[in-house]
């Protein structure tokens, strides 16, 4: 398969606006990926066609790449197996002079390939092309493509958590080998999230039968236990094990022989109340001696002793994770009326955390997705958006990025739609780490501004959106301030544009608090 090929469908999947449209193009690539390693060209072609390759991030910058500049090819001659063999001599090039014999093989590769190649390329390299937001249509794309049942396409990815090794499970094996993934104790798992509810009064409504649950401000993370091998990873599925030895030994103690749990960890101050988010996501890169202790509160369970529960409904789930977590149980109440629901509303709220999440006790664990079967209920609007640019700052803060551009991600797959700018709730700590961290995302520069790839997401509070033709999305963000940055999530977890034009309506909106924590029944 020819590389022109799949930039060619890159190209008509940025063209057009039609979900239908970006997913036959996509199926129609995916098809095609073949060679003497058909397995490895549907992997290739799925990482190309995504903006992640499968070796992940080479380690070659903007500013090296455009350096180079070798003249074009005059005609398409690159195939698929070529980029993807280069892009394994790249990650591989390690060592004393790595960065000369990176450039000589960046150089050859480019000058094999047309000017469109060339742009397709740089784009891939740098991460200009990584749209999170894709992954969704490709996943229709891969169903399409082989025939099978678009549920067991999300399912094999929810549990393989690679969209490449779930493309080539399907083209080469159908339903019957997507059927085969299932959970892997060790291998994390893609974590189910919660929507925004319109309030709690109408998140109980809906759902009915349910479960409220305390929303802690801390990091998601992910609990494997094989007798006493324990693996803890992030939201997104980065391990963390070697920076949260409290954790390993606290899983090492649980009355079991093998579990999955699904929690969050925060660290607390002497009065139990939560440190900032920071502090706690300092400590999943901490290398040197730990001063902050992470407690872990988990609430929901998805595997115990040989016996897989992703479908049981989560009553079910509630009583493995009661047997097992036992005081590590996030706060809770099972079937509350209007009255208790709001006291453990109040209770979140007065203890310091965000609020709380409705669950439907019948629902089972829908991994990857942001369904309505959990949502959660907050007394401030926030949105996680995309930060797609930063712009030099004037006065006290001339010569620090300062003013951010923010985007909400598409749903359909194309690149963020931008909603907003914001300079409020910018500390001097924030200046400072925006104007060091920043130009390592840059795409490009300007006198006024950086550019950059769309992937640090910054969570911000706002009072409401309102119609506005001055952005692409047709609504503006009103007093948007930042409350902090995401590390935690990566763009395809950002809200979406939906999610913002939902506000118009006034929807989403927080019940008020009312007074004391009852017990879980």
Not at 36 to 51: D, Q, S
């Amino acid at each position: 398969m020819l590389f022109a090929d799949v930039v060619h469908a890159s190209a008509g999947v940025t063209a057009t606006r039609s979900r239908l449209a970006k997913v036959e193009i996509l199926a129609t690539a995916l098809r095609s990926a073949g060679g003497p390693n058909r397995a490895a060209a549907i992997r290739a072609v799925t990482g190309f066609l995504t903006g992640t390759p499968v070796q992940g991030r080479i380690g070659t910058g903007w500013r090296t790449l455009i350096r180079l500049e070798p003249p074009p090819a005059a005609s398409p001659g690159l195939t698929v197996a070529a980029v993807d063999a280069a892009l394994n001599a790249l990650a591989e090039t390690a060592g004393a002079g790595a960065q000369a014999r990176r450039a000589r093989q960046l150089t050859d590769l480019l000058g094999r390939a047309t000017a469109e190649e060339q742009d397709f390329l740089i784009r891939l390299l740098v991460g200009e092309l990584r749209q999170g937001a894709l992954e969704g249509v490709m996943l229709d794309a891969i169903a399409k493509a082989c025939g099978a049942d678009g549920d067991l396409v999300r399912r094999a990815f929810m549990l393989s958590g690679s969209l490449p090794e779930t493309a080539t499970a399907a083209l080469l094996g159908g339903a019957e080998a997507l059927a085969d993934f299932g959970l892997t104790v060790g291998r994390p798992v893609r974590p189910m999230l919660a929507s925004p509810a319109a309030s709690l009064a109408a998140a109980i409504g809906e759902l009915g039968s349910v479960r409220v649950e305390y929303k802690l401000d801390g990091a998601r993370i992910q609990v494997h236990r094989d007798g006493d091998d324990v693996h803890v990873f992030t939201r997104t599925l980065r391990e963390i094990t070697e920076s949260v030895p409290e954790l390993v030994d606290l899983a090492r103690l649980l009355p079991c022989d093998s579990v999955v749990l699904d929690g969050e960890t925060l660290a607390l101050t002497d009065d139990g109340r939560p440190r900032p988010f920071q502090e706690t996501m300092s400590r999943f890169g901490a290398t040197s001696e730990r001063e902050l202790l992470l407690r872990p509160y988990f609430f929901d369970c998805l595997h115990l002793d040989g016996v897989d529960l992703l479908d049981a409904p989560l009553a079910e789930r509630v009583v493995a994770l009661r047997r097992v977590a036992g005081d590590h149980l996030i706060p809770g109440v099972a079937e509350p009326n209007a009255e208790q629901a709001t006291v453990l509303l109040t209770s979140a709220l007065a203890a310091g955390h965000e609020g709380v999440v409705v669950k439907s006790l019948t629902a089972p664990y829908a991994a990857g997705r942001r369904g309505k079967a959990w949502q959660k209920v907050k007394p401030v609007h926030t949105l996680d958006l995309i930060v797609l640019a930063a712009e030099w700052g004037h006065g006290r803060r001339t010569g620090l990025l300062s003013n951010l551009h923010l985007g909400a991600r598409d749903p359909d797959g194309g690149p963020p739609v931008m909603v907003g700018k914001t300079f409020k709730g910018l500390t001097d700590e924030l200046l400072a780490w925006q104007t060091s961290t920043f130009p390592g995302y840059a795409v490009r520069s300007t006198e006024a501004a950086v550019y950059l790839r769309p992937e640090v997401v910054v969570e911000i509070a706002l009072d409401g959106v309102q119609v506005s033709p001055r952005y692409p999305g047709g609504v503006a963000l009103r007093f948007a301030r930042v409350v902090r940055y995401r590390p935690d999530k990566d763009a395809a977890q950002a809200d979406t544009i939906d999610a913002v034009r939902a506000l118009l309506s006034g929807r989403n909106r927080a019940a008020k608090p009312g007074s004391p924590l009852p017990s879980d029944p």
